[in-house]
């Protein structure tokens, strides 16, 4: 029987002839044939059918809307949470010669309108589109209007509450189908629970999906546990093992902090390595990048945003300084080991306090209800029944009583705004405070006459103020004389008196906006919700401390958590530390 890939076509733009999805995957990406499971994906999106695919990393999951993407008529729209995952695939993709863009903040408005203006004129055959960009009804509008004919969700799995990396953005993109005209839709995962994958139907609305799951097995990697006390330890397990294997590298530190200083060890211990983080400015994360995929670096050391879209295929070995705070986290970069399909090694460090750096960051992530409701009193308190209170989270913290942190107020604060209960606005532009810092005399003694503003300035603040301007007053810049142009005039000839010391001010009118009741008992929060993440976090850290824990075959464990039949006919993998 012929394919549905095979054989559905579209007559290309300069009416060159039909193509294929075998043509699209042979001239355009240059393979002669698809994986596993990638067929059976690409099949259903050129049927018109929703389609979820769960395929490993590595596993080729792009190709499975980028192919429909170049054989459908109409745009394909790309959900992508990452803009660094977005911008990569981009590039890639630009320069195999496949009409491609993406829409997310880092554009400004002509640049974006540039780009949906050549999306309908059919040079953008691709749409990358960050999930919040889509919160815009003016833009689902304008995409109805170009013609979507594929919506692909990438990380499919942040639909869900259950899944390692929820994202609220995503539980939007329901009303966001419908809003594009209710094409189909693929979505995307490397890593998905059978209830993670229930989740993803139920939340995305796909319509009697093909499902199409690959086993999550990756035989050609090993994987091993280390057990140690303290970083001091791991430093030198970590030296040691860079220094036996002599492959390509990628190693995973929890923080910005860890990278560096994990990247000075190994390179006193004469380890060629190179750190990746957010905190490098974009052009040396770039070089950095460049130099690992090109070979110039053997071994990065870098936080887990690294290698989301990175297809460098020969990394022999990928080690977690840290334990990760999820089996799917863990799974995923792992996988990034060995897409080549030679044998490869993953090895964890694991130290059991490892956990409680997660503990910490669960319980700030979603406070008890005690928690919050003790921080709003606080606020209420601070807002004096003006409505206003300060955003500073330390004077807070210091407002609510013992044993509340200010990361703990800044969480509180988090479910408090989701809630509608308090709105954060920004400092107004044109209202200050200042405060005069020099004396008449010094005024007049050093500045001349021909700094007219500036004395102009400070006769004004100080006919409103008189000697109340040496404790501070608020202004209104807009409300000054003419002569001095409003905010935008006045601002330039502060920053100038501040600079030489002559006043010292601050934009004012900022702060926690009360909007919500007047009585903690009515916040309008969902306290279940909250209750049910926390627990789920809890639970996958649990999964992930028993896994490193366990005595039994590591790789059975692994399927048997993301629901793999093949874990119940695994008894000796002979490749894990455990079987070994």
Request: glycine share 8%; with cysteine.
């Amino acid at each position: 029987m012929t394919s549905v890939a095979a054989t559905r076509t579209r007559k290309t733009k300069r009416g060159a002839g039909p193509r294929t999805a075998t043509d699209v995957l042979r001239d355009t990406f240059g393979y002669s044939e698809f994986r596993a499971g990638q067929l059976a994906a690409v099949e259903s999106a050129l049927a018109g059918r929703d389609t979820l695919v769960v395929l490993p990393t590595g596993g080729g999951k792009s190709l499975t809307y980028q192919v429909p993407a170049m054989v459908l008529p109409g745009l394909t729209v790309v959900v992508s949470p990452l803009i660094s995952l977005m911008k990569d695939q981009v590039d890639v993709l630009t320069r195999k010669g496949v009409g491609a863009a993406f829409l997310n903040s880092t554009l400004s408005l002509n640049d974006s309108l540039d780009r949906l203006a050549r999306a309908t004129t059919g040079d953008i055959k691709l749409l990358y589109v960050a999930p919040e960009k889509l919160e815009s009804e003016r833009l689902v509008e304008r995409l109805r209007t170009i013609g979507v004919s594929l919506l692909a969700v990438d990380e499919a799995h942040c639909v869900s509450q259950w899944g390692h990396d929820f994202r609220p953005s995503y539980l939007r993109l329901r009303a966001v189908r419908e809003g594009l005209g209710s094409p189909p839709c693929i979505a995307l995962t490397a890593t998905a629970t059978p209830h993670v994958r229930a989740d993803i139907v139920t939340h995305l609305g796909l319509d009697q999906p093909e499902i199409v799951i690959t086993g999550f097995d990756r035989t050609n990697l090993s994987y091993a546990v280390q057990s140690v006390r303290r970083d001091k330890e791991k430093d030198q397990v970590l030296v040691d093992a860079l220094s036996e294997s002599k492959g390509t590298t990628v190693v995973y530190a929890p923080t910005r902090k860890a990278v560096d200083r994990i990247t000075g060890v190994l390179k006193r211990a004469r380890i060629g390595a190179a750190a990746y983080h957010a905190g490098l400015a974009t052009d040396e994360r770039r070089k950095v990048q460049d130099a690992f995929m090109s070979g110039k670096v053997r071994v990065i050391v870098a936080t887990n945003a690294f290698g989301m879209g990175i297809d460098k295929p020969d990394v022999r070995l990928v080690i977690h300084y840290a334990m990760p705070g999820t089996l799917e986290a863990y799974y995923q970069e792992a996988g990034r080991a060995g897409r080549d399909g030679d044998h490869s090694e993953v090895l964890l460090l694991h130290a059991y306090q490892d956990r409680f750096t997660h503990e910490f960051f669960i319980k700030g992530a979603h406070p008890e209800r005690e928690t919050v409701e003790r921080v709003y009193e606080a606020l209420l308190r601070a807002g004096k029944g003006k409505g206003i209170a300060p955003a500073d989270s330390d004077v807070l913290a210091g407002m609510t009583g013992r044993g509340v942190s200010a990361r703990d107020v800044e969480a509180a604060i988090r479910v408090l705004t989701a809630a509608g209960a308090v709105t954060n606005v920004a400092a107004s532009p044109s209202l200050v405070s200042v405060r005069l810092l020099a004396t008449h005399a010094r005024i007049k003694q050093e500045l001349s006459a021909d700094a007219g503003l500036e004395i102009g300035l400070l006769r004004a603040l100080w006919t409103s103020a008189r000697d109340n301007l040496y404790a501070g007053a608020t202004f209104d810049l807009n409300a000054l004389p003419p002569g001095f142009g409003g905010a935008a005039g006045a601002t330039p000839v502060l920053e100038s008196l501040a600079e030489r010391q002559f006043v010292a001010w601050q934009r004012s009118g900022g702060g926690l906006t009360l909007t919500g009741p007047r009585d903690v008992a009515e916040l309008d929060v969902d306290w279940a919700g909250l209750d049910t993440r926390r627990r789920a976090e809890m639970a996958k850290l649990d999964t992930m401390q028993k896994y490193a824990q366990t005595r039994y075959c590591r790789r059975a464990f692994v399927l048997r958590y993301f629901g793999d039949k093949a874990a119940g006919k695994l008894r000796n993998c002979r490749s894990c530390d455990n079987c070994l």
